[in-house]
């Protein structure tokens, strides 16, 4: 079985950072791609970003690009989500999943992480 675990989240000022981080379990973390989705109050899931499984292709949601960063790190068995210059229309909480592709965007059966919350507020 796939587990991911999220962390990183919590409570920011407009325009200020916070890296996320996703820690993979039970399956070849360096054959898979990773892909972050979030979850607003009221709102559809939404994908934010996806790596390859080496780091080599990454892709972003319109509204992120040029401020969040995806990376990963195999030996680690953990993928990066940078966020700077953050907005309040940010918040949310955040999931990484994974289905076994190699590549983006992913297909098959999503794994999940139980997400963590990020809330942008002065």
């Known amino acids: 079985q796939l587990q991911l675990v999220e962390s990183g989240g919590g409570l920011v000022q407009p325009g200020g950072s916070l890296r996320l981080s996703c820690v993979a379990s039970?399956?070849?973390?360096?054959?898979?791609?990773i892909e972050w989705f979030r979850q607003a109050p009221g709102k559809e899931r939404e994908g934010v970003s996806c790596?390859?499984?080496?780091?080599?292709?990454?892709n972003y949601v319109d509204s992120v690009k040029g401020r969040f960063t995806i990376s990963r790190d195999n030996a680690k068995n953990t993928v990066y989500l940078q966020m700077n210059s953050l907005k309040p229309e940010d918040t949310a909480v955040y999931y990484c999943?994974?289905?076994?592709?190699?590549?983006?965007?992913?297909?098959?059966?999503?794994?999940w992480g139980k997400g963590t919350l990020v809330t942008v507020s002065s």
């Open positions: 999943a994974a289905t076994g592709s190699s590549w983006c965007p992913l297909r098959g059966m999503y794994y």
């Open positions: 039970g399956f070849t973390f360096d054959s898979a791609a």
């Open positions: 790596i390859s499984r080496s780091g080599g292709s990454t």
